[in-house]
């Protein structure tokens, strides 16, 4: 099955060796255990999009992971729907979310937020913002354990004075971090789940290396949050909203965008990512990562 992506290395300390699966014919060993990351889902009843979702779900229960993240973008939009609109694509994808045979871990993007856009809802309404999604899947950061890993989900995303949204770590999830750490010893392998990035090289890769990411392209007190992180032993940052696969590694961290289950929103593959998703498999305290293209090919 071919493989499409983008391969981004940064190289700042030392030499630093990225190991790509997808590129290797040795066999490997048995990993400990493998887990999936899939972002950018978009579903909506358009575009054939649950059919296309259902393969991939179909695909990630024959690879057989112990568990699925997701990376936010879970529904086509609920940011300037209608309530009815909104609530009908958070049920599809509950209803489809049902068929993966492992425990699904959801972390909350941009589209889950309702409301943003539409002004005619109050923001005092309890489905506001990331209401909508807490109704469905509980809190929009929580974090477990397994294996003798720690993983952690945040919410990347708040609102500008304007109801628009922003990369960022808000001053709860930051208290509730710094509780979380707290309980983690300092060997513990840790990943983190996020939506808008931490740190991407898009904007630099689409229109120059001058370019610089907007508020909306990564989170704007990531150091912050990072400096936090990094007292820790943090392996592995999962990142969305890009729709681009991107493996950045600094100073032994992982930083994986992990392209699009979507791809161009249903539309076909976006420059030469096709649908997919991330495999991670995990050996002793590192991992290594394979971009599956599971298949897909848009309806016309």
């Known amino acids: 099955m071919k493989k499409h992506h983008i391969m981004l290395t940064i190289r700042l300390v030392g030499l630093i060796s990225l190991i790509n699966i997808s590129c290797t014919t040795k066999k490997e060993a048995k990993p400990d255990f493998t887990f999936v990351f899939m972002t950018d889902i978009h579903l909506s009843p358009e ?31 609920a940011l300037g729907q209608s309530r009815n609109r909104a609530d009908s694509l958070y049920q599809l994808y509950s209803g489809l979310m049902k068929g993966f045979r492992m425990p699904v871990h959801n972390t909350v993007g941009n589209h889950e937020l309702f409301a943003f856009y539409n002004k005619q809802i109050d923001t005092l309404d309890p489905d506001y913002g990331e209401g909508m999604f807490r109704r469905y899947f509980g809190d929009p950061w929580q974090s477990f354990n397994y294996k003798g890993w720690h993983f952690i989900l945040l919410k990347s995303i708040e609102q500008t004075p304007m109801r628009g949204y922003y990369g960022k770590i808000n001053p709860a999830q930051m208290e509730w971090l710094k509780q979380d750490l707290a309980q983690v010893n300092d060997t513990v392998p840790i990943v ?13 890769w689409q229109e120059g290396g001058q370019q610089v990411n907007g508020m909306g392209s990564v989170i704007t007190n990531g150091k912050e949050v990072m400096d936090m992180l990094r007292k820790k032993n943090l392996k592995l940052v999962l990142q969305g909203h890009q729709h681009y696969y991107e493996d950045l590694f600094m100073d032994g961290v992982h930083f994986i965008t992990g392209g699009a289950v979507s791809a161009g929103w249903w539309g076909g593959a976006l420059g030469t990512l096709q649908e997919g998703f991330m495999l991670i498999k995990v050996f002793g305290n590192e991992i290594r990562s394979e971009y599956v293209d599971y298949g897909w090919k848009e309806r016309k």
């Open 47 to 77: 575009k054939s999009a649950p059919v296309g979702f259902q393969q991939a779900i179909d695909t990630v229960n024959r690879l057989n992971p112990a568990f699925v993240i997701t990376g936010g973008d879970l529904i086509m939009d």
């Open 192 to 204: 983190v789940s996020v939506h808008i990035p931490f740190i991407t090289a898009y904007n630099q």
